[in-house]
């Protein structure tokens, strides 16, 4: 998926914003800043907004205007253009990051906002001895993040623990869906074009302490063992293909270790490009194309990004 936009953001524009937001706009804000590849050009408009009145606000100013409107919350599986971002780049606040736990039964369930941490979360709800969510133990990003790309690991995914989604539409209408009216998949989680999350309502269960703490174990080893810790990176790059893994079909197109400009596959984990340094966003596209083409020259398989293409690309 990509965002391509075009259009900048004027003088008076920038005034009003300044007069609605206070400190927590800026303008012409590198989105390195803001991005676990430490990589990305510029926003027009970098706003942090602390709730769902906030979110309408910027949805309502984006509408008059013309100005396109982006949601970046912690900024993992995305690859930000050189050039920026134009308009409007929304990022849900601390205020959003509110986490309440209820009894329910044999378990809990827990609202908790999109800006939250992921692994946060996970933490927290093992510690209480609830199971649900060992697979994102060490997950980076936000939950709201995590939802959009049904984030998972080690045959659990957010999916699986779903009950119901809160959010704003693209016309600034508050909306609770319930999962069972939403289509899920592989990386996916399929939400009406501008709705913006703001909360989630998960169903977790009491579990047996020791095996609650056994898969957390398992799951932190397995990702220090496998995953790039030491360089920026936004996580898996490529989807798995049905009934293989994009690391391995990578690996034995002996591919580990390619470069190009300071973008590099990993030698850890074939299925991560990480930033040893001065990375460009068209360094990481580049490569991706070419780690493409040898694997699908040498297996006949075409891998499919899981990350994101953010701001003006050029691209099918």
């Known amino acids: 998926m990509t965002l391509g936009v075009k259009r900048a953001v004027d003088e008076q524009q920038r005034q009003d914003l300044r007069r609605d ?16 590849f430490r990589i990305g050009g510029p926003a027009d408009v970098w706003v942090e907004v602390v709730d769902a009145t906030e979110i309408r606000r910027v949805q309502a100013y984006a509408a008059a205007t013309g100005l396109p409107l982006f949601v970046l919350g912690g900024g993992t599986n995305v690859l930000v253009n050189d050039r920026g971002v134009r308009g409007i780049v929304l990022h849900p606040g601390s205020g959003l990051a509110s986490v309440e736990w209820r009894q329910n039964g044999r378990g809990e369930h827990v609202r908790a906002g999109a800006a939250l941490s992921l692994k946060r979360l996970a933490a927290e709800s093992m510690n209480r001895h609830l199971s649900g969510l060992e697979f994102a133990e060490g997950i980076p990003g936000t939950l709201g993040g995590g939802l959009l790309m049904n984030a998972g690991a080690f045959g659990g995914e957010i999916a699986d623990v779903l009950e119901t989604i809160e959010g704003i539409d693209a016309i600034g209408a508050p909306q609770r869906l319930p999962c069972s009216e939403l289509q899920a998949g592989y990386r996916r989680f399929d939400l009406a074009r501008g709705f913006i999350v703001t909360h989630l309502e998960l169903r977790l269960r009491y579990g047996d302490p020791a095996a609650i703490e056994a898969r957390r174990s ?16 936004a996580g898996s790059i490529f989807k798995n293909p049905p009934g293989q893994f994009a690391g391995r079909l990578i690996e034995q197109a002996g591919l580990k270790g390619m470069r190009q400009g ?12 990480v930033n040893t340094g001065g990375a460009t966003a068209a360094d990481v596209y580049d490569l991706m194309e070419k780690v493409t083409r040898c694997v699908l020259d040498m297996h006949g398989v075409r891998l499919e990004p899981e990350i994101r293409l953010v701001g003006e690309w050029s691209v099918p």
Request: hydrophobic share 30%; proline share 7%.
């Open 218 to 233: 398992e799951a932190r080893l397995k990702r220090r063992a496998h995953q790039p810790l030491g360089y920026p990176n």
């Open 21 to 36: 937001f206070g400190r927590r706009i800026r303008f012409d804000e590198p989105l390195r800043r803001h991005t676990s």
């Open 262 to 273: 300071g973008a590099m596959v990993s030698g850890q984990h074939a299925n991560f490009i």
